[in-house]
């Protein structure tokens, strides 16, 4: 089962998007992931309405600190404005997206977030799990 790991800064956005579209379009046929390289205190109001409209709830879900563990148990590391935090392992497939921070964003701002990390999700799923 291939594995994907979402890094950001915080976690509390676009990294928590991305994990809640992916666990809800490929459910137990892809295994995910999502750190921070300094994550904060909750998840991101704004992107929890977001998702919640779109009918996946990410309330359960915390920040978590980026760990070279969860970077080696993944086969694809997927960035989002992490930087030179992000340890870099050979064999690894690496993306980075560059994506608006939805960090003091209004909703209809996260909405077009959201909705661009849906599109690359189902692109990455279609790489992933060809047919």
Not at 24 to 39: C, F, N, T
Request: charged share 25%; aromatic share 4%.
């Amino acid at each position: 089962m291939p594995s994907v790991l979402f890094v950001c800064v915080h976690n509390a956005g676009r990294s928590q998007m991305a994990a809640g579209w992916l666990s809800h379009l490929a459910g137990d046929r892809i295994e995910v992931r999502s750190a921070g390289s300094q994550p904060a205190a909750e998840i991101n109001p704004v992107a929890v309405q977001a998702m919640r409209e779109v009918g996946i709830d990410i309330t359960g879900h915390q920040p978590k600190i980026l760990t070279v563990d969860a970077v080696e148990g993944s086969d694809v590391v997927i960035t989002m404005g992490c930087g030179d935090a992000c340890p870099i392992f050979p064999g690894k497939r690496y993306e980075d997206w560059a994506l608006a921070d939805p960090a003091g964003q209004d909703i209809e701002a996260v909405r077009i977030i959201r909705d661009e990390i849906r599109g690359r999700i189902e692109k990455l799923i279609g790489e992933l799990l060809p047919q």
